[in-house]
């Protein structure tokens, strides 16, 4: 019965872990422009396809995931400059549009690139299960696990110690009073999508031995880690972590005890029902609108 | 306006009827073969084989002297997965193309979306499509060449059944393929006899971890065996998760991973699992006697001679509709389309890759459920049980 009940936590920690790394890169961007970045998937879709695939031309598997988190960094430059910043004047709602094209014309071209068929990375480490209380768990849900709360608490030694990081909290408070004390806005929001994609190219590597990678997983779990985002609280690093956490055990539960029949509809409701009775997520920041 | 462009559009083609039907008058000899399949698209990994092999065999056919004295010429189009598209080029092979029969059809939707209208219009066609309601009940122009999921559920079973396996947990996807292998394995369990479903759990298409369901049905009283109806990577993934929560009891999967590229995605977690598969998997372990073996290792070292790529069971089904239409054509000795479809009607012992052919009015797909092989896992490949 408790072995039971530990396997479900597991699984849904590790799925959650996996939630919440997405919906941190939601939470950057959102943070620094209002845009929620729906090609936030594709992030980490090119971290595990770029690592697969190098290291599949003999590239070893360290410098492999190097260069894939490179390429990530760079395309979300290059998102940043070549779709969001000539469109600055646009609304947000245009903006989000925006990145809802970028993300089907990233997965089209890495489709083109990268073939349809699901591929295969390694475990990190040993192939063997840990088994505790009669549950099992898989040592790459370590290393989701570790990694997660290392990225964690990087970016929150970012955002509280380092200029650039108070830089991004600044414009994402007031653009204009930002731009008055010297902070170049479009360098950090540049800055914010170039991190986010880092982190979304790392969350896919780490996962991706256990979920396997191909051209279209970005799709599923980039719209799971919007969820979780908002069940958090869109904007608040800590909501990410926790809605993340709380999504994946919740389905996990859900598929255990429920029917798995109803997984992703009890995970779906879950954010009707936090929204319903805390609009601005778990950890959402009060926002008072000046007129 | 917009009458003057459709009286505009309607001369034109009628114009463009007329030069076609000069053109077919000119070049009466060739048989005309129609086809359409999901060459692009998300199930290009049908079509794509299906019509490098109808393309190559039409080509040696020819190469050969073609049937009845006359060549064949392939009408070909594509209609990436979608059935709507299926229906009207389906509509433009039996009008503008008039072709003599038509080869195709790679998914269930496309194929059941162009057959009222050549029910209607009365030209034999042979499908690529899996599911059962293409042939059940009978349709009197429609044929298949592949087997049905209810076969690929019942051989699954008998082979439980003969292992004394009778307790059964059922796992299979949400999407259509897993649906449709779900309903057909519970009726099919219910027929039977003697062998009962003890757990029935679902996971999506997506999903990325399926522990959960996995453990429950591990912990279900007096389960003894596990199958997996599914399709694409969620079996793949269950697969490894059986592994990793150290389940021993004996594990079958469906015919949907009957693939290398699935050996590739589980690795060494697939180690003894079983599957019902084509012999295509396995041509070298079939016995000397087995009336298939010649057919089977011809279509393999043909189709990657002259594409340099791996052979594949989709392809396999296409093999076998045109071979069966060619047979069909020559036992009738005509292009006649209802001596052609008596003719597709009575093939009675066709060896195909597939399996072999006994085709009557009552079943137009003339294939038994034993003409799947039941294959096992062995050292990271297919070995042959029986």
């Known amino acids: 019965m408790f072995s039971e009940f530990l396997q479900y936590l597991f699984t849904g920690i590790t799925i959650g872990a996996t939630y919440a790394l997405i919906a941190l890169g939601f939470t950057l961007i959102y943070n620094a422009s209002h845009v929620i970045n729906f090609a936030q998937g594709e992030f980490l879709m090119i971290g595990g396809m770029a690592t697969v695939s190098l290291t599949a031309m003999g590239v070893p598997m360290l410098l492999a995931i190097v260069l894939a988190v490179v390429l990530a960094g760079v395309l979300g430059i290059a998102l940043q400059r070549l779709a969001i910043a000539p469109a600055k004047n646009a609304d947000v709602v245009t903006l989000i549009i925006i990145t809802i094209g970028a993300s089907i014309f990233i997965r089209g071209l890495a489709q083109l690139v990268w073939g349809k068929e699901y591929h295969v990375m390694p475990n990190f480490s040993s192939d063997e299960p840990i088994e505790i209380f009669g549950a099992v768990l898989n040592t790459q849900s370590l290393w989701v696990l570790g990694v997660g709360a290392v990225l964690v608490a990087v970016l929150v030694y970012f955002f509280t110690r380092t200029l650039t990081g108070k830089a991004i909290l600044a414009t994402s408070m007031n653009k204009d009073a930002a731009r008055l004390v010297g902070i170049r806005t479009q360098v950090v929001l540049m800055l914010a999508f170039m991190v986010s994609a880092l982190l979304g190219s790392i969350a896919g590597i780490v996962v991706a031995p256990i979920t396997f990678t191909s051209y279209d997983i970005g799709i599923i779990l980039g719209l799971k880690g919007f969820v979780a985002a908002a069940i958090g609280g869109l904007g608040s690093g800590l909501g990410a972590v926790v809605g993340g956490l709380a999504l994946g055990v919740v389905e996990a539960m859900a598929a255990g005890y429920l029917s798995s029949d109803y997984k992703d509809a009890v995970a779906f409701s879950m954010i009707l029902l936090v929204l319903f009775f805390m609009p601005r997520g778990l950890f959402g920041a009060k926002v008072v609108e000046r007129v | ?386």
């Open chain 2, 1 to 386: 306006m917009f009458r003057k462009i459709t009286r505009r559009a309607s001369k034109f083609a009628a114009v463009a009827a007329a030069g076609l039907l000069a053109m077919s008058v000119q070049a009466a000899d060739p048989i005309r073969i129609g086809s359409f399949l999901s060459v692009t698209g998300p199930a290009s990994f049908l079509g794509d084989p299906e019509l490098k092999t109808l393309q190559m065999y039409v080509e040696k056919i020819n190469e050969e002297g073609g049937v009845l004295g006359r060549q064949l010429e392939l009408v070909h189009y594509d209609d990436a997965g979608n059935a709507s598209k299926a229906r009207n080029f389906a509509s433009r092979l039996i009008r503008s193309d008039r072709v003599d029969i038509i080869v195709g059809g790679s998914t269930t939707g496309a194929t059941m979306a162009a057959v009222p209208m050549i029910e209607q219009a009365g030209v034999p066609f042979i499908s690529l499509a899996g599911a059962v309601v293409i042939t059940t009940p009978v349709k009197k122009w429609v044929f298949k060449t592949p087997q049905s999921d209810r076969m690929a559920a019942e051989r699954i079973l008998t082979d439980m059944k003969s292992r004394g396996l009778t307790k059964v947990g059922l796992i299979s996807g949400t999407g259509g393929f897993g649906s449709s292998g779900r309903e057909q394995t519970l009726a099919v369990a219910k027929e039977m006899g003697g062998i009962e479903i003890v757990a029935d759990e679902t996971y999506g298409g997506s999903d990325t971890d399926m522990t959960a369901q996995l453990t429950n049905i591990r912990n279900t009283d007096g389960v003894q065996t596990i199958l997996n109806f599914g399709f694409g990577q969620g079996p793949a993934i269950v697969t490894r998760n059986y592994a990793q929560l150290g389940i021993e009891l004996p594990f079958y999967q469906s015919h949907g991973v009957a693939s290398d590229g699935f050996l590739e995605l589980a690795g060494s977690n697939a180690e003894g699992l079983r599957l019902p598969a084509s012999p295509l998997l396995v041509p070298e372990s079939l016995p000397e006697s087995d009336p298939q073996k010649p057919v089977v290792e011809a279509y393999k070292s043909e189709y990657e001679a002259r594409w340099n790529s791996k052979v594949s069971t989709f392809g396999a089904y296409a093999y076998d509709g045109l071979n069966l239409a060619v047979k069909a054509i020559e036992k009738a000795g005509s292009t006649d389309k209802e001596a052609v479809r008596d003719a597709l009607e009575n093939i009675q012992g066709h060896v195909g890759v597939t399996g072999t052919f006994n085709m009557s009015p009552t079943d137009h797909n003339g294939l038994e459920a034993d003409s799947f092989r039941i294959l096992e896992v062995q050292d990271g490949g297919w070995k042959l049980i029986n």
